[in-house]
């Protein structure tokens, strides 16, 4: 089968959207199909054997409140891009985040094959007068983008509930979840242990508002007056960073906190072993919860703000104090303190989430998608 996998998005910037990408044509390929990903560029048309890069990248918003290198781009002649897509003549093509102009736009109405979807974002979030102008502009192209589609998949019932205009039954649809790659992820990993010996905290994120960096710094503080030898490691980098950096040396915590800044993916695996606990305070704009599973496999027990995405992930964990009320830092310093504190407790933990993981390996995952590309071409 000859698939492509349309990212709207920068693909060489990080994010969930194109790490999915990647691990599914990954897969695909592996199974003997040609899976070619066609993303946004730096403005000029660029091929190899396995992507296609056309138009400009451009920083815009995103559904989630945050911001993304999206696609950026207007052909002069619109008969050249469909003789372009024509002449790769793919089985199927299956976009990701549809909604996330422009260029997934042009190219499904270029299409005159097969076209799957796959929602990723929780579109509810939009609750800025930036978003809710986009959301006015982009709600009345449901109707045009669903004529071109025979399928859709949501990553979560959290994705699905967003987009209820799109989940209405007049097409195939499917949930399947975001995977995890078990083979990079797992307690087999060399350990990177910042402080040593110390009790260690990691966070991996965006430093940005929604990720909540601020509410576990705010509850760090607090670990620290009960268990005085408590570290906190920050993976990521963000718009929010240097003034995250200069509150924690304010507080007078800058020797207790270490900001690794943004990590080569092949070094993160070792920074998740290297954790006692890993806390995820998003408190919004997630669907899912990629980085909740990283966690999980690499033997590491979580502790999250209970946004909807986080509490449909984590939903069969039978250990009270994973889940924690949104935006409450009293709250999340308990827990920490409880999971820093207690072996037992995080035996258990850990035990659950490296058997929860597993039905989230990439394999598995990807053949569901590749199951429902069957359904769909009948």
């Known amino acids: 089968m000859k698939v492509a996998l349309v990212c709207p998005y920068r693909l060489s910037a990080p994010g969930g959207v194109q790490e999915h990408i990647r691990s599914l044509a990954g897969q695909l390929r592996g199974w003997g199909h040609e899976a070619i990903i066609i993303a946004p560029g730096r403005g000029r048309t660029r091929k190899t054997k396995e992507e296609l890069f056309i138009g400009q990248a451009v920083k815009v918003p995103t559904q989630n ?20 897509i024509e002449d790769y003549r793919f089985d199927l093509i299956h976009f990701h985040s549809p909604m996330t102009p422009f260029l997934s736009w042009q190219i499904l109405q270029a299409s005159n094959t097969v076209n799957v979807a796959t929602f990723h ?8 007068l930036l978003m809710n102008s986009l959301d006015f502009l982009v709600h009345p192209l449901i109707g045009k983008i669903k004529e071109k589609l025979s399928g859709v998949i949501a990553v979560s019932e959290v994705a699905k509930q967003s987009w209820r205009e799109i989940f209405d039954g007049s097409l195939p649809q499917a949930v399947i979840p975001n995977g995890v790659n078990l083979r990079r992820f797992n307690t087999k990993v060399p350990m990177v242990r910042v402080f040593g010996g110390k009790p260690t905290i990691l966070f991996v994120g965006r430093i940005e ?7 576990l710094l705010e ?41 690794a800044g943004r990590l080569p993916g092949e070094i993160l695996p070792s920074y998740f072993r290297g954790a006692d606990v890993f806390c995820s305070p998003a408190t919004g704009g997630e ?13 590491v027990p979580v502790v999250a703000f209970g946004n909807p995405g986080y509490r449909e992930v984590l939903k069969n964990c039978p250990v009270q104090g994973v889940l924690v009320p949104n935006k409450d830092v009293d709250a999340l310093a308990e827990s920490l303190v409880k999971f820093l504190g207690s072996d037992e407790l995080r035996r258990k933990t850990v035990k659950w989430g490296l058997g929860e993981v597993r039905k989230y390996d990439w394999p598995l995952i990807a053949r569901k998608v590749f199951q429902f590309y069957q359904r769909v071409l009948g």
């Open 209 to 215: 508002a929604r990720k909540g960096l601020k509410y």
């Open 65 to 84: 409140k945050s911001w993304a290198f999206a696609s950026f781009y207007f052909s002069p002649n619109f008969g050249s891009l469909r003789n372009f």
């Open 287 to 299: 669907s899912f919860g990629i980085v909740l599973l990283e966690a999980m496999a690499s033997g």
């Open 219 to 259: 509850a760090f503080k607090k670990v620290c007056l009960r268990i005085e030898k408590a570290r906190l490691v920050i993976v990521g980098s963000g718009p929010l960073a240097l003034i995250s950096k200069l509150w924690v040396k304010k507080e007078g915590l800058d020797g207790k906190i270490f900001f």
């Open 121 to 128: 974002s929780e579109w509810g979030v939009a609750n800025s």
